[in-house]
Each structure stands twice: as structure tokens, then as C-alpha cells.
């Protein structure tokens, strides 16, 4: 069941999380078996943030839960995203695919100008 849960779409994905027929937990939990099982020979994935993953699938969950009815509304808690490593992201492994930045882990988000 894990290869149909990571291939959901994401409107799919948000109809049954609003639905109560799939919880955050249970999508994240599948998509972390797809990376621990695909990762090894693509190598497309460099950080797992495996404990903020699971923290924010449980924040998602309660989220869910505190609703009577949640159709309708434009939330998307309990989608998993996977960011592209270049930029910054405080507190995290930021390596912008190179060796040079492996152990790079800045201390705070950059100030974007302009923005």
C-alpha cells in the first residue's frame, strides 16, 4: 500500500486527508518508504528530515481532527514536499549539491532583498 500512498496526487491526497480516509502520518510514513527504498540508486534525496517529517504529519493529523468539515478550505497540511538544496534553510544540512558544503548547516534563514 505504501507505493500507492507516495503516488497519490496531491488533490487526491488532500480529498482523502479531508475525508478522514488517510491521515498525514500514514502519507508520510509511505513516502519516507519510497525514499528509503528508491533513494539508494537515484541519490535524488540528501537530507531526510525524518523527526520533522513525523512531527509535522502528527501537527497535520490533530490539524484534521479539530474540524467538523474541512471542504472547501485551501489548506494544505499533510502534503510532503521535497525542497531542492539551494537554499539556505536554518538548521539544516545545506550542502547545494556540493562535496565543498557537505557539512554546511547555516544558523539562520538568508534576508532575501527586494523581497
Do not use: W
Not at 10 to 25: C, F, G, K, Q
Not at 82 to 97: P, Q, S, V, W
Amino acid at each position: 500500500m505504501a507505493v500507492e500512498l507516495a503516488s497519490l496526487t496531491v488533490s487526491r491526497a488532500l480529498r482523502l486527508l479531508y475525508a478522514r480516509e488517510l491521515t498525514a502520518t500514514a502519507l508520510i510514513e509511505a513516502c519516507l518508504e519510497q525514499i528509503k527504498h528508491l533513494n539508494p540508486s537515484l541519490n535524488a534525496i540528501l537530507t531526510v528530515m525524518l523527526e520533522t517529517a513525523k512531527q509535522a504529519s502528527l501537527q497535520a493529523d490533530a490539524f484534521y481532527g479539530s474540524y467538523p468539515s474541512l471542504m472547501g478550505e485551501p489548506a494544505l497540511a499533510g502534503i510532503p514536499i521535497a525542497l531542492k538544496d539551494l537554499i539556505e534553510t536554518a538548521g539544516t544540512r545545506t550542502t547545494a549539491g556540493s562535496k565543498f558544503f557537505a557539512d554546511y548547516v547555516p544558523k539562520k534563514m538568508p534576508q532575501l532583498s527586494g523581497v
